[in-house]
Nanobody, 124 residues
Framework: QVQLVESGGGSVQAGGSLRLSCAAS????????MGWYRQRPGKEREGVAA????????FYADFVKGRFIIAQDNAKNTLYLQMNSLKPEDTAIYYC?????????????????WGQGTQVTVSS
């Protein structure tokens, strides 16, 4: 099992940037695929980005391509989501997640483990 703790959420104006962090602990085997998904008010869960931790391959949902970057720091056991050019429609609770199995994709929302979430609010 993996324990995941997100941080870095907050409020920002449209066009601004935020960086989310996810501190991971527990089995590295259980972290083959790590990612971020979000829950917008009144909407279904959406996959945002994911990374295969063994290869570094990254995947993005179409609506964040060119704006968000997912990255990992293996030495710190930390996953990041750099969010640029934020839009009001990016307002959501963002969750860090991990699973020992693939496939890994930007749209993935079903992970075995996830954190408590961090709120991101983008104002126009």
């Amino acid at each position: 099992q993996v324990q995941l703790v997100e941080s870095g959420g907050g409020s920002v104006q449209a066009g601004g940037s935020l960086r989310l962090s996810c501190a991971a602990s527990g089995s590295t085997y259980s972290r083959y695929c790590m990612g971020w998904y979000r829950q917008r008010p009144g909407k279904e869960r959406e996959g945002v980005a994911a990374i295969v931790t063994t290869s570094g391959s990254t995947f993005y949902a179409d609506f964040v391509k060119g704006r968000f970057i997912i990255a990992q720091d293996n030495a710190k056991n930390t996953l990041y989501l750099q969010m640029n050019s934020l839009k009001p429609e990016d307002t959501a609770i963002y969750y860090c997640a991990a699973d020992s199995r693939g496939p890994c994709s930007g749209g993935r929302t079903n992970f075995r483990d996830w954190g408590q979430g961090t709120q991101v609010t983008v104002s126009s």
